[in-house]
T-cell receptor, first 110, second 115 residues
Framework: GQNIDQPTEMTATEGAIVQINCTYQTSGFNGLFWYQQHAGEAPTFLSYNVLDGLEEKGRFSSFLSRSKGYSYLLLKELQMKDSASYLCAAPRGSARQLTFGSGTQLTVLP | EPEVTQTPSHQVTQMGQEVILRCVPISNHLYFYWYRQILGQKVEFLVSFYNNEISEKSEIFDDQFSVERPDGSNFTLKIRSTKLEDSAMYFC?????????????FGPGTRLTVL
């Protein structure tokens, strides 16, 4: 089966850096996704990791350690618009459907 | 930029009624999915669809649910006899291939309210 754990909530200040952690247990590993979801909206893709290490994409970076079953999303230079839920997700099955974590609700304060 | 579209944005129905949620996936995509998200809960996989048939389905996707691709563009989810607990946001998604790195693009969702 699949199990994905992430903190429920985090708070950070505008301009700061925040790290959102995700631990996973999967039967078979096909990489890990991070999605952003604003309230009432659809998830939107942020990053995908399949190899160990850091993937950088502008203000957002994602890290993976397969041996530890661990990933994190790093958000730099936080902006108010970054207030959202951040979802860790693992693909599985022949069609690679996504199993999502419960999401981490990030609140960015001025 | 191509996007997944869904209609209606909001559907209100009485318990026991049938509803059809519609999706138009991105045109060159081959894999289609339905997910649901009950308010305040996680996004849950319902069903995947490829080559005009169901690829996989979750335990949530019981006999009251069905999917169809009636033409070359639409992808529908039918709930035969809605229950109160079916109230949720339903997201359609599509991706161009079966590789794990293929990003799934999500539609804006249909909010279903069952009274």
């Amino acid at each position: 089966g699949q199990n994905i754990d992430q903190p429920t909530e985090m708070t950070a200040t505008e301009g700061a850096i925040v790290q959102i952690n995700c631990t996973y247990q999967t039967s078979g590993f096909n990489g890990l996704f991070w999605y952003q979801q604003h309230a009432g909206e659809a998830p939107t893709f942020l990053s995908y990791n399949v190899l160990d290490g850091l993937e950088e994409k502008g203000r957002f970076s994602s890290f993976l350690s397969r041996s530890k079953g661990y990933s994190y999303l790093l958000l730099k230079e936080l902006q108010m618009k970054d207030s959202a839920s951040y979802l860790c997700a693992a693909p599985r099955g022949s069609a690679r459907q996504l199993t999502f974590g419960s999401g981490t609700q990030l609140t960015v304060l001025p | 930029e191509p996007e997944v579209t869904q209609t209606p944005s909001h559907q209100v129905t009485q318990m026991g009624q049938e509803v059809i949620l519609r999706c138009v996936p991105i045109s060159n995509h081959l894999y289609f999915y339905w997910y649901r998200q009950i308010l305040g809960q996680k996004v849950e996989f319902l069903v995947s669809f490829y080559n005009n048939e169901i690829s996989e389905k979750s335990e949530i996707f019981d006999d009251q649910f069905s999917v169809e691709r009636p033409d070359g563009s639409n992808f529908t989810l039918k709930i035969r006899s809605t229950k109160l607990e079916d109230s949720a946001m339903y997201f359609c998604a599509s991706t161009e291939g079966e590789s794990s790195y293929n990003e799934q693009f999500f539609g804006p969702g249909t909010r279903l309210t069952v009274l």
